[in-house]
């Protein structure tokens, strides 16, 4: 049997709540698919550590403020998941959770969406699928020869995890090659625990923003740099121009301390650690890529609009080959500060106001 409806959402994280928020504001049926069993999207599988760049009130979807910490301390990933799951259930959003989205096809004037439980027809679909799905780690010489453990940032969970059973006061060593937020998060968390030794690795010189800039500061950048594009003046360079690392406790600490200083990217690998340039060698127990994602769009690979880097062309976040199709939440590529929780809520109104202004004519 085929379901009908104007709009489906595929992902209920973020992304896709945000997107149910602002679609029934238009008065629009729609229906969310979501793969994960449970509400709270990627967040539910992020490390123990991890913490917002922001306080609650600067880290909420639209129509509802995420509830503060204790003395404004920055969230972590299991307050997240606490909001998600309450907002999910506050608008009484129609996330089907346990299904998986296989495709997205055309079909005369709709658009068909395969999924394992079943067949949706759609008028219009938002594709708010995220990343999180598609860890990416480079190809580099030697990757194949180490017999470590390696693992992407998806499957850090915490220092302990590195323990030597039955010896507390031997100690692991770990690299962590990134540059970015999880790269220095991940290295800070191994390094402050001391029961690992830490290489912390980046292909360039980490830049760490000013300790007072946060995601606040952040989104108020992304915003400037839309409007000044927007209005045909110079590109301000928006985030990227700041730095590429926030200093949250965690990090300033390790940072303080002298425990997080980066060296250049090794060479490659070898079967016991790394080997750099200039013909040292580190051994490693394990290997941490903090290496990045690409977007998780092969349910939308039959309608043959990928370009380069994998990417969609897209006008804000309607896709330029298919106008039925919006992308929402994978980067600023489908709307400034669109893949955090701050940012979301507009790229979500605008698709929104969009699809229904279409699904009118």
């Given at each position: 049997?085929?379901r ?11 992304a ?17 698919l979501?793969a ?5 999207g990627s ?6 550590s991890l913490?917002?760049?922001?306080p609650a009130?600067?880290?909420s979807?639209?129509?509802?403020l995420?509830p503060a910490r204790?003395c404004?301390t920055?969230?972590g990933a299991g307050?997240?998941v606490?909001?998600l799951?309450?907002?999910e259930?506050r608008?009484d959003l129609?996330?089907?959770h ?8 055309r079909?005369?004037d709709?658009l068909?969406?395969e999924t394992d439980t ?5 008028r219009?679909?938002?594709?708010a699928?995220?990343t999180?799905?598609r860890?990416f780690?480079?190809a580099?010489?030697?990757?194949g020869?180490?017999t470590?453990r390696q693992?992407?940032t998806?499957?850090?969970r ?11 006061s031997?100690r692991?060593s ?5 540059g970015?937020n999880?790269g220095a998060?991940?290295?800070?968390d191994?390094a402050?625990?001391?029961?690992v030794q830490?290489?912390?690795v ?8 000013p300790?007072?800039?946060d995601g606040r ?7 400037a740099r839309?409007?000044a594009?927007?209005?045909g003046r ?6 990227a121009?700041l730095g590429d690392i926030v200093a949250?406790p965690?990090?300033r600490?390790?940072?303080?301390a ?7 990217m ?6 016991t ?9 580190t051994?490693a127990?394990?290997?941490v890529?903090?290496t990045g994602?690409?977007?998780?769009l ?6 043959d609009?990928?370009?380069?880097r994998?990417h969609?062309a ?6 330029l080959?298919?106008p039925?199709?919006h ?5 600023d590529?489908t709307g400034?500060?669109?893949?955090t929780l701050?940012?979301?809520g507009?790229a979500?109104?605008?698709?929104a ?9």
């Amino acid at each position: 049997m085929t379901r009908h409806t104007d709009v489906v959402v595929v992902g209920g994280g973020q992304a896709g709540l945000a997107a149910g928020y602002h679609l029934r504001r238009q008065g629009l049926d729609f229906a969310v698919l979501d793969a994960d069993p449970e509400p709270g999207g990627s967040w539910r599988y992020m490390w123990d550590s991890l913490r917002l760049f922001s306080p609650a009130e600067h880290s909420s979807l639209p129509g509802r403020l995420m509830p503060a910490r204790p003395c404004g301390t920055y969230p972590g990933a299991g307050h997240v998941v606490a909001y998600l799951s309450d907002y999910e259930k506050r608008y009484d959003l129609p996330v089907q959770h346990g299904t998986r989205v296989d495709a997205v096809c055309r079909d005369g004037d709709g658009l068909v969406v395969e999924t394992d439980t079943g067949t949706w027809r759609a008028r219009a679909v938002i594709s708010a699928t995220g990343t999180w799905s598609r860890p990416f780690v480079p190809a580099v010489p030697g990757r194949g020869r180490f017999t470590g453990r390696q693992l992407h940032t998806v499957s850090y969970r915490c220092p302990a995890d590195f323990a030597i059973p039955g010896d507390r006061s031997a100690r692991r060593s770990v690299i962590v090659v990134g540059g970015g937020n999880s790269g220095a998060q991940i290295a800070a968390d191994l390094a402050l625990d001391g029961g690992v030794q830490v290489t912390w690795v980046t292909r360039r010189p980490p830049r760490f923003l000013p300790d007072d800039i946060d995601g606040r500061a952040l989104f108020d950048v992304a915003t400037a740099r839309r409007r000044a594009l927007e209005q045909g003046r110079g590109d301000t360079g928006g985030v990227a121009s700041l730095g590429d690392i926030v200093a949250v406790p965690p990090v300033r600490a390790a940072r303080d301390a002298g425990r997080l200083s980066a060296k250049p990217m090794f060479t490659r690998l070898t079967a016991t650690g790394a080997r750099w340039a200039d013909g040292g060698h580190t051994c490693a127990d394990a290997i941490v890529w903090c290496t990045g994602f690409r977007p998780a769009l092969a349910h939308l690979a039959p309608l043959d609009l990928r370009g380069p880097r994998g990417h969609i062309a897209t006008a804000g976040t309607r896709a330029l080959g298919e106008p039925r199709l919006h992308l929402l939440g994978y980067g600023d590529w489908t709307g400034p500060a669109s893949a955090t929780l701050i940012g979301v809520g507009r790229a979500a109104r605008d698709a929104a106001r969009d699809i229904a202004l279409l699904l009118s004519d």
